[in-house]
């Protein structure tokens, strides 16, 4: 029986790590080979990517921003930069109309600054922030830049101190920070009150299915569809294999050279040839089926070597 290789995007519900979500869906397809392609906080709801198999080998080959839901109260400051902590300052905020904020979130969109929270999986001399501030440990993040491709306020009440907006940012963004960051500017403190992922690269909420219930034994027929992983790379160009001795020579890891038909090399839509190269040098190897057989990269003679392979011979 042919192993699952492919995603399956939960619909992340409240309360639950990421890595809770893996670990059901390791007992309902009886793999350990299960991995999430980004983590959300416990409390954060929506679009959670999960490779199965042997995808989980291209989770870092997967491109595009992630797009949020969320509220920030404004008033308050948090030491985890949401509800989930400690109110450490509170403040009334100011009357002010949506257009003042519309035109103050223009300070937070573009290419900006941001430090992480405190809380936050922040590698530290090899140790993660949250450990730190869990210890009461003093210490300050340095401030990153990220790119904010889209901050629509959506609704804003002037008697509850809630903004509702809509983002779509870069990897890497806290929207947690954007949060603070709003209402540091504003003049009374913010923290984020909730928030839903709408997507995750090329994942949406339309991919999307409810996490399994936690059962001993699972019915092949009630498992969540495995999707085809090939829809979600569109943007890496593709090459196909047409022999079985190519098939041999990149399962053995060899490269191969199509210098003589160039033609072979189906560039995406999202690469562009300039000076006999492409931007993103990352290249998909199928069959003649559209199976991924895995990554390779492209050298300057024309040829494709190997990073991933998948069913290698040894």
């Known amino acids: ?85 400690e109110i450490i300052e509170s403040k009334v905020w100011p009357l002010i109309t949506q257009n003042d904020i519309n035109s103050l979130l223009e300070n937070f969109r573009g290419e900006i600054l941001q430090k992480p929270p405190i809380f936050s999986s922040v590698h530290i001399k090899g140790e993660r922030a949250y450990k730190k501030a869990r210890k009461g440990e003093k210490f300050d993040l340095i401030p990153k830049k990220v790119t904010i491709n889209k901050l629509n306020l959506i609704s804003w009440s002037q008697n509850k101190g809630e903004l509702l907006v809509d983002v779509d940012c870069s990897t890497g963004t806290y929207i947690r920070s954007l ?101 993103n040098n990352n290249i998909l190897v199928l069959n003649k089926e559209n199976k991924i057989l895995g990554v390779a990269c492209l050298d300057e003679s024309f040829a494709i070597k190997p990073k991933v392979v998948f069913n290698a011979i040894c």
């Open 179 to 279: 949060a603070r960051d709003i209402g540091d500017k504003i003049g009374c403190g913010g923290y984020l009150k909730r928030l839903r992922r709408t997507k995750a690269h090329n994942f949406n909420e339309n991919h999307s299915v409810k996490l399994p219930e936690k059962l001993d034994f699972y019915p092949d027929d009630y498992k969540p569809k495995v999707l085809n992983p090939n829809i979600f790379f569109k943007h890496l160009s593709s090459f196909e294999l047409i022999s079985e001795e190519e098939i041999i020579s990149w399962r053995s890891g060899r490269k191969i050279c199509f210098k003589n038909n160039i033609k072979r090399l189906k560039v995406s839509k999202n690469n562009e040839f300039e000076d006999g190269s492409i931007h």
């Open 1 to 85: 029986m042919e192993k699952p290789f492919g995603f399956v995007v939960i619909d992340k519900p409240s309360g639950l790590t990421s890595h809770d979500c893996v670990n059901r869906l390791r007992k309902v397809f009886g793999l350990k080979k299960i991995g999430h392609t980004g983590t959300l906080d416990p409390a954060v709801t929506g679009v959670l990517p999960i490779a199965i198999g042997d995808a989980t080998r291209l989770i870092s080959y997967l491109q595009g921003s992630k797009a949020y839901t969320g509220i920030i109260q404004l008033g308050a400051t948090t030491n985890t930069d949401d509800m989930q902590g």
